[in-house]
């Protein structure tokens, strides 16, 4: 994956604590962000996630780290819709072409990369650079091999559509909720 200066990096959610925390994972992305605003390499912070319930509002909780390490306000963007990869990639796109930016920087796990990358250029970004976390997680076994389907999905779908409507699956929240009675 190419790095290099971008316009904006893009920060993928990940989970939170039943409290709204960030959890380890996107911790860890919040870090490698906070290490390309200080270092000058990407001005500007697009963190997007999802609303997985009351109090847990992905975009929100990376928006209050990065402000209390030490990153402007000015210097975030929220997005609240970014439910998944797809649409992360066209709400970055849409907000990039606004304001006349052109490079991109990916933040989020390296098995993820390849398909963040495949739906931002899919979405027209002309130019692509990530960033990850350079620690290896037990579970990342695990989003390794989902990550193969996955990209072998987004291959398909917008190679047959580039205009197919982003689809959210979230199989262990999914399984979590059968296991665990909501309140």
Known sequence: MPDGRADLAVVFGNALTIDGLP??????RLEVAIQCYRSGACPRLFVSGSIDGPGRDEAA?????LLTHGVPDSCITVDRAGDNTLATARNALAYMRAHNLSRVLLVTQYYHLARARYAFERAGAPTVYGDWPHAFRLTDLYASWREVPAFAIYRIRLGLNPDARPVSVRPMLFLFRLVVPQT
């Not at 909780?61 to 780290?65: F, L, N, Q, T």
């Open 23 to 28: 959890e380890p994972i996107l911790l860890s």
């Open 61 to 65: 909780a990376m928006r209050h780290y």
